[in-house]
């Protein structure tokens, strides 16, 4: 049980990872986007050349946090590819252990029944 609710908090962790991610990214892509109605605004040379940096520094965040996002995507479903085979291996022994050990693995399989649905 413990190991499945770690398997399956890292895959909530992953996923709250990707979304606190397409937030930032939304919100750098929004101030890149004043950033270039500011540029196209403005008639000083050098304030257009401070500008363009400062896009150029928000590209290169931006293309970073898209690479950390593919690698948490990469981990997210490798997580739940894990839980996924984790949980089907518990589903078959918990079977095994109630049609092959006879009444006491019928009851603990019955009891367990129990003990899930309560939780739920």
Known sequence: MKVANEAYKLLNDA???MGAI???INK???HRSK???DKKESDDYEKKKEIQAE???IKEIIDGLYSELDLIKKDKEH???E???FNLKTSSIKYR???NTGYKGFDWYNRLQERTLLRR
């Open 15 to 17: 996923k709250k990872s």
């Open 22 to 24: 397409y937030d930032a």
């Open 28 to 30: 750098l892509k929004a």
């Open 35 to 37: 950033l270039f109605n």
């Open 55 to 57: 896009i150029n520094m």
């Open 79 to 81: 997580f739940y590819q």
């Open 83 to 85: 839980l996924k085979a």
């Open 97 to 99: 252990i109630r049609d």
